[in-house]
């Protein structure tokens, strides 16, 4: 017998209430990865997941999950099945050369080698005076 | 909200664990002595699995249950300003039981599966949300006490080895700091308030504290070769002990500050800096666990109610491609 400090528990009669049968696999449905942008033009953020039984319903608790406090402009929802991924596993397929500052604009070391041929155009000019000298 | 960090009640399956491949297992155990977070699709062992799985689905079910005796009080808080925080604040106990029920799935184990074992009484949740929420100051006093309380164990399990786990405690934590601090502004409304405000929270204070605070953290762990592996692989990340006596470090001076007491006339810090205190009742404890405390069946006849009462919701929801029914009359 529950006798509940709670009005609304005494009201909802759990005496008579059914027995449960338990949740059946999925009942509680797929699940949609979510979103988050705070500011208008700045990226969307995978913030979570939520489960809900379509995209109409994952916003909606979405809203409410990862939208209650925080800054908000916009929540996208990707039901999760629908994300392509690669393995963390297999993350040494990103490791292709040892060494990429072929990319990078720090690769080319141009005003290096500008100096390096001024440097050697100076000391050129400059020879045939000191050969006088010691004449 | 959540406590009894670790409710251990199955050793039979973990002297059975299985041996795992040595140089597999030295790999995980340098990664997080390393300081790196397991994620879920990382090698882990058995064992772990199991382990973070129960703790993190312990602690969804406490949010979720842990909801209910608040509840109770939300339609009689005594101001909107009150009644808005209470409401904000169950919203969140509820979040947060998405979140970590999120965190769990990621382990293997699905949320109707959880529920179900939660609905069976197979797995468990903090005992503290065993006891009824008699008055408003009782509301006051767990806002207060139980956030305080699990602040002080979540803060240490955020910085335990499971990645989502860790994610989700984040913002966790976050949020309790709200609550706790709405707790301890209505603890404090009635500690200074008329004669009959103080009284009513002290009387609250006098419940909570024996046995449902006292009880939180569980019971002093007994050092053994599980317990050092648990702490080894960043399970377990402060014994009970530990985390009792932080909690009643930062707390108890707070409670006595107000001209309050604790029903504990051996309460008092010592030289070393310690607390000493009077045990309670342990026997109890496990009592509570397995079902013998004075709201056990209330808690899991409404969680019933609400999953019996909410499929139809479900069914319409999962097949709105339903025909339309010509009417009867």
Same mark, same amino acid.
């Given at each position: 017998?529950?006798?509940?400090?709670?009005?609304?528990?005494?009201?909802?009669?759990?005496?008579?209430?059914?027995?449960?049968?338990?949740?059946?696999?999925?009942?509680?449905?797929?699940?949609?990865?979510?979103?988050?942008?705070?500011?208008?033009?700045?990226?969307?953020?995978?913030?979570?997941?939520?489960?809900?039984?379509?995209?109409?319903?994952?916003?909606?608790?979405?809203?409410?999950?990862?939208?209650?406090?925080?800054?908000?402009?916009?929540?996208?929802?990707?039901?999760?099945?629908?994300?392509?991924?690669?393995?963390?596993?297999?993350?040494?397929?990103?490791?292709?050369?040892?060494?990429?500052?072929?990319?990078?604009?720090?690769?080319?070391?141009?005003?290096?080698?500008?100096?390096?041929?001024?440097?050697?155009?100076?000391?050129?000019?400059?020879?045939?005076?000191?050969?006088?000298?010691?004449? | 909200?959540?406590?009894?960090?670790?409710?251990?009640?199955?050793?039979?399956?973990?002297?059975?664990?299985?041996?795992?491949?040595?140089?597999?297992?030295?790999?995980?155990?340098?990664?997080?002595?390393?300081?790196?977070?397991?994620?879920?699709?990382?090698?882990?062992?058995?064992?772990?699995?199991?382990?973070?799985?129960?703790?993190?689905?312990?602690?969804?079910?406490?949010?979720?249950?842990?909801?209910?005796?608040?509840?109770?009080?939300?339609?009689?808080?005594? #101001?909107?300003?009150?009644?808005?925080?209470?409401?904000?604040?169950?919203?969140?106990?509820?979040?947060?039981?998405?979140?970590?029920?999120?965190?769990?799935?990621?382990?293997?184990?699905?949320? $109707?599966?959880?529920?179900?074992?939660?609905?069976?009484?197979?797995?468990?949740?903090?005992?503290?949300?065993?006891?009824?929420?008699? #008055?408003?100051?009782?509301?006051?006093?767990?806002?207060?006490?139980?956030?305080?309380?699990?602040?002080?164990?979540?803060?240490?399990?955020?910085?335990?080895?499971?990645?989502?786990?860790?994610?989700?405690?984040?913002?966790?934590?976050?949020?309790?700091?709200?609550?706790?601090?709405?707790?301890?502004?209505?603890?404090?409304?009635?500690?200074?308030? #008329?004669?009959?405000?103080?009284?009513?929270?002290?009387?609250?204070?006098?419940?909570?504290?024996?046995?449902?605070?006292?009880?939180?953290?569980?019971?002093?762990?007994?050092?053994?070769?599980?317990?050092?592996?648990?702490?080894?692989?960043?399970?377990?990340?402060?014994?009970?002990?530990?985390?009792?006596?932080?909690?009643?470090?930062?707390?108890?001076?707070?409670?006595?500050?107000?001209?309050?007491?604790?029903?504990?006339?051996?309460?008092?810090?010592?030289?070393?800096?310690?607390?000493?205190?009077?045990?309670?009742?342990?026997?109890?404890?496990?009592?509570?666990?397995?079902?013998?405390?004075?709201?056990?069946? $209330?808690?899991?006849?409404?969680?019933?109610?609400?999953?019996?009462?909410?499929?139809?919701?479900?069914?319409?929801?999962?097949?709105? #491609?339903?025909?339309?029914?010509?009417?009867?009359?």
């Amino acid at each position: 017998m529950v006798t509940s400090l709670d009005p609304r528990i005494r009201r909802a009669d759990l005496e008579h209430s059914p027995a449960s049968s338990g949740l059946n696999p999925n009942e509680h449905w797929d699940t949609f990865a979510i979103f988050h942008q705070d500011k208008r033009g700045t990226a969307h953020e995978f913030v979570g997941i939520v489960h809900a039984p379509d995209p109409e319903m994952a916003l909606v608790f979405a809203k409410e999950q990862y939208g209650r406090r925080k800054k908000t402009v916009n929540i996208w929802a990707v039901r999760s099945t629908d994300i392509y991924t690669f393995q963390h596993k297999d993350e040494d397929m990103f490791s292709t050369v040892p060494e990429k500052t072929y990319r990078e604009a720090s690769g080319y070391p141009v005003r290096k080698r500008i100096n390096k041929y001024l440097e050697e155009l100076k000391a050129m000019r400059h020879k045939p005076v000191e050969e006088e000298e010691e004449a | 909200m959540y406590g009894n960090a670790y409710i251990e009640n199955d050793t039979k399956l973990v002297q059975s664990a299985q041996v795992e491949d040595p140089e597999k297992l030295a790999e995980f155990e340098a990664r997080i002595a390393r300081g790196e977070k397991i994620e879920p699709d990382d090698w882990m062992p058995a064992e772990y699995r199991r382990q973070v799985l129960r703790m993190i689905e312990q602690h969804a079910h406490s949010e979720i249950i842990g909801a209910l005796p608040e509840g109770t009080w939300i339609t009689r808080a005594p #101001t909107l300003k009150r009644k808005l925080a209470l409401i904000a604040k169950v919203q969140d106990e509820v979040g947060h039981g998405h979140l970590l029920y999120a965190a769990a799935e990621t382990l293997g184990k699905s949320r $109707e599966a959880m529920i179900n074992d939660l609905l069976s009484g197979k797995s468990k949740y903090s005992n503290v949300f065993n006891y009824p929420a008699k #008055t408003w100051a009782d509301i006051a006093v767990i806002g207060f006490l139980v956030d305080a309380g699990a602040i002080v164990n979540q803060l240490a399990n955020a910085k335990g080895s499971y990645g989502p786990y860790c994610r989700a405690l984040e913002r966790i934590c976050y949020e309790e700091s709200f609550h706790l601090k709405q707790g301890y502004d209505a603890f404090v409304a009635l500690a200074t308030g #008329t004669p009959m405000q103080r009284e009513m929270v002290q009387d609250a204070l006098n419940r909570w504290w024996f046995p449902p605070l006292m009880h939180f953290f569980g019971p002093p762990d007994t050092i053994s070769v599980h317990t050092e592996k648990l702490m080894r692989w960043k399970v377990k990340m402060m014994s009970n002990e530990e985390m009792r006596q932080d909690f009643m470090e930062q707390y108890v001076p707070k409670i006595w500050e107000l001209g309050l007491t604790l029903p504990d006339p051996k309460l008092k810090k010592k030289e070393d800096g310690s607390w000493e205190y009077t045990q309670p009742d342990w026997d109890e404890f496990f009592r509570v666990i397995n079902g013998d405390g004075p709201c056990n069946k $209330e808690r899991l006849a409404v969680r019933r109610y609400a999953e019996e009462n909410g499929r139809w919701v479900r069914e319409a929801l999962m097949n709105p #491609t339903i025909k339309h029914i010509v009417p009867y009359a």
